[in-house]
């Protein structure tokens, strides 16, 4: 029984000790934790989930190993992973290798062997915070030293760090009408999405200017998920009011960071949650339809209710059933809207997003 | 929308007795539906015939029928009670079937009355698997590929078309009842014939077979607005092939991915649309080829099922709750989730923990019967655990399992014994035979499979290896080598010292090893390891059950233990605090009349202002609900899970009393660590079970005792046996439910006996007793404090001492007793509770014969009968033996009247009748003996002794005929008894068949008797008469061990054919007033709530 130690030290001073399944090294970043049972390939390969340290509820983690297809960038994201237990052997039919032998890979530690739940609950008392974790110095109070010297995650702009470099097509072609994607650290599934449905999709860097996106012609606008707080990417933020602007009548579409960028283009506030919406099972109202679907989410941050009630543009379109706060807004000719969750196309739930969005591309054609 | 207004009385339907299949798991979601539907104003009237259920409790429902589950019966109810509804979605099969019955009868239209919760269209889309694949294909899913057929010629068709293997079940059976997977075509056309007649309308699927495919499970929920949730995803350990119910499951899903997760949560959503579930719960299930992950859909039951309680334990939903609030109108994000609240019951369950639930197999009652698994269900209960880890969750339910394993693995038994032997010896053939049995108990499905992988692993067998021959996903057979490779590290603590000695010790406790175990890995003592672990202060710490994987506070108090950090309990300071330990699983001897007196005991404890705490492991019972007691601990029910809580609870002692067996087996050992026992002592506990100290109280007290002696060895027995005369009743010491009991009629059986009862008892004595011949048992249930004494109830056995009073029908008050032997049961009765100083329950059995009640044995706890006697008296024995147990005077809680000798009268006769699993156990044959059989009990109550006989045999499945033609065939000593039941039935109208002998019988004593060919004289013989159904009620004797291969053949034939069939002259007497009673008035109804009133 060869066991190698790992420590993860908070900001506050908290410490967790257990054992490395991961690469040997050192990571620091927000301290976060997810409560999906299902999916943690696609989470921790969501850009969304850039320069954190995610802690896992579910106690088993690399069940499933990890396969070609459920990637959603070219590699895992995430700075740091913790499980209860990481599964030595992985077993399921579409699986190409080992969760683990991924992280040696890309260097990302892991640590496991620990009280998970007692983590998590830490997280639920005192919020999300700055931390780092560690196979090779033990020494809190030089782990602490470095930690002090990492960024704050809500100072950084951290998009920068996942957008692509350059716009590239996607279906070039395709038989519909061209979509914009703004990459502010797409998931793969949403350009899949617009590719199977027969769209051309160009996708821009986060950095892309108004008349960059605009030059393209694109029928619609796609507003992608991403990592960190929105105020540090003022720019993606003036490119879209710039849009908004010029196209009054451009269909947008905006998901998590995506949807807080549409929120400051419009005026509205964000606001940091203080333990954030990690997990697949936040209940959603819509209130035009009253409906109510149980969605996937990865928020540190949301629009602001009151700020979108007394926006002249904006109003509520969907309610977080948790903490009633806004899971989604639209401007009120309704061409552009958002939702904090992932939307999926073939979910019964919430596939409707992207069909009222198709409607609206199609239309504007 | 909120709830309906329309609405004022709603009938919810029970499940009726606990059978194979369906268990205590509807008495949880009944209780739970009654309470929700009660609290929401509506007046609830509930009928179900099983009277130890919490649920058919007087003050639950509104309106209480203790009345056979059956159209005629429920019509009557219908027309007094006048419902607006029936919610038949919680009371199993057996609801759902009589709700279709109800419906196609015109009995709902005549009476207005509507189906909630799922109506007549979506249960007929649902259960009828030719349209239940129309509409499945309508949306676009897969299913494997099948056809129905009516008759052998087209199933031969349908099974050419889709090669073998193929599945075949009939429609609209329970549990999978008649269903079978054939590989031959021999084996093919025995089970369509087989399936074709437990179809009732002769309908059997062919279906390709999935066998060693991946088996799924979903629980999920819709609502009127087409809100949907998924509870809970379930993964079968056993591949497809093993019912359900008979697989190790566990939750959630393990070995599928997101994008699969999301297909078959929303396919399941989408079934519920296409068969129109609108407000409910519904659980279905999937298959998956883990080649290429192609996935069809199995069945769907649109109701609350076994499935979807463990979903609710497992998550501490509770979907029984939520379902019922649905049915009326309500939508989920209308109404909270208890444990999170405010939060809204429309989210789904996330977990930070692993479940696992095994079921718990009879096999050993049935000593004959093919013990493979397939595709009809034949386990008798289960047990669940909550881990951490798939490992601990595993160790921990193998342990709650009780059978003689703490753990995985280590202990010397069952299917260990003998390849422990080989791997011992060391030599290759012994390792090649080894090998053998392995690859034979992995290769077909049985409940030994899963301890037979430590062996393979151990001969060398790799991970994929095993999961070739059995086709367990590789991810669980992994799981299970990490644990056997733990076991070898298990000796190495005590080569260690200081903190890598704690570290190890800590991590073979995460792996959920046991005390005892380490104990046998190190040759130490399971009390040195205790010591050694608090020495180290490795002791576990108890979490959460919070639906939210700690994401927000919980409000409940549903804990499971594990070796961690953080301790999730808050311990009050409540001087006040009792634990109490339930029944662990069901099995046949031990079921949910334990559980009733559990729940009993904390519902008067907390009304005494006690904080109770509740330990137990079966997640199908209401003991185990998350709002029953003030803290629930789901947790094996061991020596040392238990002081484990204790520990840190300190509570001010423990209930044992309640739980059967099981906990009254910890009680020394507790007692010993310094627990303090409450009510009857540890000490008077062992004055009843041992047979020595007892006789000599018995002798003191005068009480009559058959002769008796205890023998440990064949010789010993034989001189025993000789001293007090054949026949003998032969049993090993400290055993439940009659496990092994004979009666033995000679020296040679009694040799073969004890050659077989070496496996029972290891070491401990066999028990020989003088066996009383065509006596009277008598069951008494008394509550007493050590001084005055409260008999509840004297109940009067039909079938006669000898037949374990478990299966035996009876009837309260008595009613062939004359007063005198009345008197004398009481004196004895008082005289020994008296004397073994009883605080609680008692129940004594008794023989009379000649007029002389004879003492059979005494249990100082609850017995099997407590909730029928309960019922009958309207007494909750349970609820007040609690408050004597804390200290309360029986006088201070009944009536001084009724102390010390005085019955209770009752003006209605009550009859408790059992049910019988003959038919899950093919080659069984269906005699009632010593050892108790039977799985469930149901009660008649009515005027007198006829109609109750009648309701309680028409509760249990058994429809006495009016008329038509009755075979008598009589064992030699029952033959001149016979004679006067034949001519009673010849009285009543009936024409009597009989075999040569018995009709010459018949005939010189003047009876018009016809007679049939046995099966050796030729045809038609007995067997073709019955197959053609020519008879309408057979009375079969058995003829003792020998020659009585015509007996079992009828005696299965009768099963196969659903003839009813009495098997002794007690019950053929009974029936006989039964039948005269029916015949004089039609049934009538009458809820319990009215009986009692009358009743004062």
């Known amino acids: 029984m060869v066991l190698k130690k790992c420590i993860l030290v908070l900001q506050d001073g908290k410490v967790f000790n257990g054992f490395s399944c991961g690469a040997d090294g050192e990571a620091a970043g927000e301290l976060v934790f997810n409560t999906a049972v299902f999916g943690y390939q696609e989470i921790v390969t969501d850009p969304a989930t850039a320069k954190q340290l995610i802690c896992f509820a579910h106690p088993h983690v690399g069940d499933c190993g990890f396969n070609n297809e459920d990637f959603q960038s070219g590699a895992v994201q995430a700075a740091g992973l913790f499980f209860k237990e990481y599964s030595k052997r992985y077993s399921n039919w579409r699986a190409d290798g080992s969760m683990q032998d991924e992280l040696l890979k890309e260097n990302i530690v892991a640590m496991e062997g620990f009280d998970t739940r007692a983590l998590i609950k830490y997280i639920r008392e005192n919020g999300v915070q700055k931390a780092i974790v560690s196979t090779k110095d033990f020494d809190i109070d030089s782990l602490k030293a470095k930690l002090a010297k990492v960024e704050d995650y809500d100072k950084q702009d951290i998009v920068k760090t996942v957008t692509c470099s350059k716009k590239y097509f996607v279906n070039e072609d395709g038989q519909k009408q061209k979509i914009a994607v703004i990459d502010y650290g797409c998931p793969k599934s949403f350009l899949e999405t617009f590719k199977s449905q027969g769209y051309k999709v160009m996708i821009f860097p986060a950095t892309a200017s108004t008349d960059e996106i605009l030059a393209e012609n694109p029928k619609g606008i796609f507003l992608s998920s991403g990592p960190g707080y929105v105020v540090n990417s003022q720019y993606a933020v003036d490119t879209i009011k710039e849009i908004i602007k010029k196209c009054p009548d451009m269909p947008i579409f905006a998901i998590g960071f995506g949807s807080q960028v549409l929120a400051l283009a419009n005026g509205a506030k964000v606001v940091k949650h203080k333990i954030g919406h990690r997990g697949a099972n936040y209940p959603v109202r819509d209130i035009n339809t009253n409906k109510i679907a149980i969605t996937s989410q990865d928020n540190g941050y949301y629009a602001d209710k009151s700020s979108i009630e007394n926006s002249e543009n904006l109003q509520v379109t969907h309610i977080n059933l948790y903490d009633n706060t806004v899971a989604g807004f639209a401007n009120k000719k309704g061409n552009a809207f958002a939702v904090e969750f992932y939307p999926s196309l073939d979910s019964d739930e919430t596939g409707y997003l992207f069909e009222n969005f198709f409607d609206m591309v199609e239309k504007n054609a | ?1096």
């Open chain 2, 1 to 1096: 929308m909120p709830k309906r207004t329309d609405l004022k009385k709603i009938l919810i339907i029970g499940s009726g007795p606990i059978v194979i299949g369906q268990a205590c798991e509807f008495d949880y979601s009944g209780v739970q539906a009654i309470k929700a539907l009660k609290k929401e104003g509506y007046k609830v009237v509930l009928v179900n015939s099983n009277p130890a259920t919490i649920m058919t409790d007087p003050e639950f429902a509104d309106a209480t029928y203790i009345e056979p589950l059956v159209p005629e019966i429920v019509e009557k109810i219908i027309e007094k009670e006048k419902p607006d509804a029936i919610l038949p979605t919680l009371g199993g099969q057996t609801a759902l079937n009589l709700a279709v019955a109800l419906a196609e009868k015109g009995i709902l239209a005549k009476h207005n009355v509507e189906l909630i919760g799922a109506d007549f269209d979506t249960i007929s889309k649902a259960e009828d698997r030719k349209l239940f694949k129309k509409m499945v294909e309508s949306i676009g899913l897969d299913l494997p590929k099948s056809g129905y057929a009516y008759n052998m010629k087209e199933a031969r068709e349908i099974a050419e078309s889709i090669g073998f293997p193929v599945i075949i079940r009939p429609s609209f059976t329970l549990g999978g009842v008649g269903s079978g997977t054939a590989w031959t075509k021999e084996e093919f056309e025995e089970i369509v014939q087989a399936g074709l007649q437990a179809s009732p309308i002769s309908e059997v699927l062919i279906e390709e077979s999935v066998l060693g495919w991946k088996e799924l499970e979903m629980e999920v929920m819709r609502d009127r607005k087409d809100n949907c949730i998924a509870i809970c995803s379930i993964e079968n350990v056993d591949p497809m092939g093993v019912h359900t119910g008979d697989s190790i499951t566990v939750a959630p899903a393990m070995t599928i991915t997101a994008k699969e997760y999301a297909k078959i949560r929303q396919d399941s959503f989408r079934i519920l649309r296409v068969i129109g579930m609108r407000h409910g719960g519904a659980n279905i299930q999937f298959a998956q080829n883990p080649k290429d992950g192609r996935l069809v859909v199995i069945e769907m039951n649109p109701r609350v099922s076994r499935s979807s309680a463990l979903a609710s334990k497992a998550t501490g939903l509770p979907i029984a709750k939520i379902s019922s609030l649905l049915a009326v109108g309500y939508t989920l994000d209308e109404l909270t989730n208890d444990i999170t609240a405010p939060n809204p019951a429309s989210f789904e369950p996330t977990v930070d923990y692993h479940v696992i639930k095994i079921p718990r197999f009879a096999f050993e009652k049935f000593g004959d019967t093919n013990t493979t698994l397939g595709t009809a269900m034949k386990s008798v209960g289960e047990t669940m655990a909550l881990g951490r880890t798939f490992k601990e969750a595993l160790q921990k339910a193998i342990r709650g399992l009780e059978v003689k394993r703490s753990g995985y693995g280590l202990e010397n038994v069952g299917v260990d014994k003998e390849l422990n032997k080989l791997l011992e010896s060391g030599t290759e053939e012994a390792k090649k035979k080894a090998l053998e049995i392995v690859t034979a108990k992995l290769a077909t499905p049985n409940c030994d499979r899963i301890y037979v992988i430590r062996y393979a692993l151990k001969l060398g067998m790799s991970v994929d290896d095993i999961f070739n021959i059995c086709k367990i996903d590789q991810w669980f057979v992994n799981q299970i080598k990490e644990i056997v490779d733990m076991e070898t590290e298990i000796p190495n603590i005590f080569k260690l010292k200081g903190e890598d000695q704690k570290l190890l010790l800590r991590r073979i406790k995460q792996y959920g090893f046991s005390d005892k175990q380490i104990a046998i890995a190190t040759g130490k003592k399971e009390e040195e390891i205790r010591a050694l672990r608090k020495e180290l202060n490795i002791i576990p710490v108890y979490k959460l059950v919070d639906t939210c994987g700690g994401e927000f506070k919980a409000n409940t108090a549903y804990y499971y233990s594990t070796y961690e950090e953080e301790d999730d309990v808050v311990v009050s300071d409540k001087k006040k605090k009792v634990m109490i330990l339930g029944a662990g699983p069901n099995r046949i001897g031990q079921g949910i009349e334990f559980d009733y007196c559990c729940v009993h005991a904390v519902l008067s404890l907390k009304q005494e202002g006690y904080e109770t705490i509740m330990v137990n492991c079966n997640p199908e019972t209401v003991s185990t609900d998350y709002d029953t007691a003030d803290k629930l601990y789901f947790e094996p029910l061991t020596v040392e899970d238990v002081l484990n809580i204790a520990d840190k609870e300190k509570p001010e002692g423990v209930v044992v009393q309640f739980g059967g067996q099981t906990p009254l087996n910890l009680a020394a050992a507790l007692n010993k660590a310094g627990l303090k026992i409450l009510g009857t002592s540890v000490e008077s506990i062992d004055m009843a079970e041992d047979r020595k100290i007892f006789s000599k109280v018995l002798k003191k007290l005068n009480i009559p005792q058959a002769d008796s002696g205890t023998a440990t060895n064949f010789e010993e027995a034989k001189e025993i046996a000789k001293k007090i005369g054949y026949p003998v009743m032969v049993r090993p010491s400290y055993v439940l439910g009659g496990r092994a009991m004979e009666i033995v009629y000679d020296e040679e059986h009694l040799e073969t006996y004890i050659s077989k009862a070496t496996d029972v008892t290891e070491g401990k004595p066999i028990l020989i007793d003088k066996y009383l011949d065509n006596a009277i048992e008598i069951d008494v249930d008394a509550l007493s404090d050590g001084k005055d004494v409260y008999i509840a109830g004297i109940m009067e056995h039909i079938e006669q001492a000898g037949i374990h009073s478990g299966d035996s029908a009876c009837v309260l008050p008595t009613h062939t007793l004359s007063k005198d032997v009345i008197t004398k049961i009481k004196e004895h009765t008082i005289n020994l509770a008296r004397e073994i100083n009883v605080k609680g329950l008692m129940n004594i059995q008794y023989a009379v014969k000649n007029g002389i009640p004879y003492l059979l044995e005494a249990n100082p706890r609850a017995s099997r009968t407590v909730p029928f006697v309960s019922k009958a008296v309207s007494y909750p024995l349970a609820k007040l033996a609690s408050k004597v147990m804390i200290g309360k005077a029986v006088k201070d809680l009944i009536p001084a009247e009724y102390l010390n000798g005085q019955l209770k009268h009752i003006d209605y006769t009550c009859v408790k009748e059992v049910v019988l699993p003959w038919i899950r156990f093919a080659n069984v044959d269906t005699v009632l003996g010593p050892e108790m059989k039977s799985t469930g009990e149901v009660m008649g109550i009515d005027k007198d002794f006829g109609k109750a006989f009648a309701k309680a045999e028409l509760a249990s499945g058994t429809i006495l005929p009016d008329n038509g033609t009755v075979f008598i065939s009589l064992g030699q000593r029952d033959k001149s008894k016979g004679l006067e039941i034949a001519k009673d039935f010849i009285d009543l109208g009936f024409s009597v068949i009989a075999t040569k002998h018995t009709a010459e019988f018949f005939r010189e004593n003047g009876l018009d008797v016809k007679e049939v060919h046995k099966i050796q004289e030729g045809r038609p013989n007995v067997v073709d008469i019955i197959s053609n159904k020519e008879v309408c009620l057979i009375v079969n004797t058995p003829s003792g061990q020998k020659g009585h291969h015509d007996g079992y053949s009828i005696r299965r034939t009768a099963l196969m054919y659903g003839i009813p069939l009495l098997t002794t002259l007690a019950a053929a007497r009974a029936s006989i007033e039964a039948i005269r009673a029916k015949r004089n008035s039609d049934w009538e109804v009458c809820a319990i709530q009215t009986h009692y009133k009358l009743d004062k």
